[in-house]
C-alpha cells in the first residue's frame, strides 16, 4: 500500500467536508448531502480499485 493512496483519501475528505460546511451554512442541505455522497462513492471507488489491483497481485503470485 502506497503512503499516496492515504493522503489522496485524507485530501478528498478534506475538500468534502469543507464544501458540505459551506454547503450547509449557505441553506444548501440537499447540495451537502449530495456532495458528500460522491465523495463516498470517489472513496470507494479508489478503494475497490485497490482491492481489485490486491487480488490481481494474489493471482500473479500464486499462479491462479
Known amino acids: 500500500m502506497d503512503v499516496d493512496l492515504?493522503?489522496?483519501?485524507?485530501?478528498?475528505g478534506i475538500?468534502?467536508?469543507?464544501?458540505?460546511?459551506v454547503l450547509l451554512r449557505s441553506?444548501?442541505?440537499?447540495?451537502?448531502m449530495m456532495v458528500?455522497?460522491?465523495g463516498?462513492?470517489?472513496?470507494l471507488m479508489i478503494v475497490?480499485?485497490?482491492i481489485s489491483?490486491?487480488?490481481?497481485?494474489v493471482k500473479?503470485?500464486?499462479g491462479l
Open 6 to 12: 492515504i493522503f489522496k483519501i485524507a485530501a478528498i
Open 15 to 21: 475538500i468534502v467536508a469543507v464544501l458540505h460546511q
Open 27 to 32: 441553506g444548501r442541505e440537499e447540495q451537502a
Open 36 to 38: 458528500t455522497l460522491a
Open 40 to 43: 463516498i462513492v470517489v472513496v
Open 48 to 50: 475497490v480499485q485497490e
Open 53 to 57: 489491483s490486491l487480488f490481481e497481485t
Open 60 to 62: 500473479s503470485v500464486f
